[in-house]
């Protein structure tokens, strides 16, 4: 049985021009996670103390202030369109493999939303309602193990054999 359209039969410079596109994309996203991880932490308190600051707290070590409104209204701007676009791609290339459906459309759809829930989370966290750090938290997790296994099933893909 042979599968057309799918990331089996792709030409072998598509796939290579793919897996490069992922390597070089994953560097950028895990750079991103670096950072992150450097700025809050990663942990809820760490997160909301990012955004909201830390003025009231004597004993920190390192004196932080509130994100102006600016500050926030472009973080949100900025990796709600960046990332919406780098997990459509994603999507697209994944659409192309042939693993299980309701995985397939989990690791497509999963990501979007994620990326709402995060940084419209941070928002809202910044606007008040800090309990949002733990959807921040949670929904910033799944977005990042979504777009690990993404990227391995897909890798995993372009190295398969022609279905024939």
């Not at 928002?123 to 949002?132: D, E, K, V």
Request: hydrophobic residues 50%; proline residues 2%.
């Amino acid at each position: 049985m042979q599968i057309h359209g799918t990331i089996h039969s792709f030409p072998k410079e598509i796939k290579t021009l793919i897996l490069v596109f992922l390597v070089i994309l994953s560097i950028g996203y895990f750079t991103g996670l670096v950072f992150v991880n450097d700025t809050s932490s990663a942990n809820p308190d760490s997160i909301q103390e990012h955004y909201l600051g830390n003025e009231n707290d004597d004993n920190a070590q390192v004196m932080k202030f509130k994100k102006s409104e600016r500050e926030m209204l472009t973080l949100v701007h900025n990796h709600i369109l960046s990332l919406s676009l780098i997990f459509f791609v994603l999507a697209l290339i994944l659409s192309t493999t042939s693993i299980n459906k309701k995985i397939k459309h989990f690791l497509m759809f999963e990501p979007l939303v994620s990326v709402v829930l995060t940084f419209g989370g941070i928002y809202l966290m910044w606007m008040g309602i800090t309990w949002f750090k733990y959807i921040v938290m949670i929904s910033g997790t799944l977005m990042t193990l979504s777009y690990i296994s993404a990227v391995i099933l897909i890798i995993t893909q372009l190295f398969k054999k022609k279905l024939s």
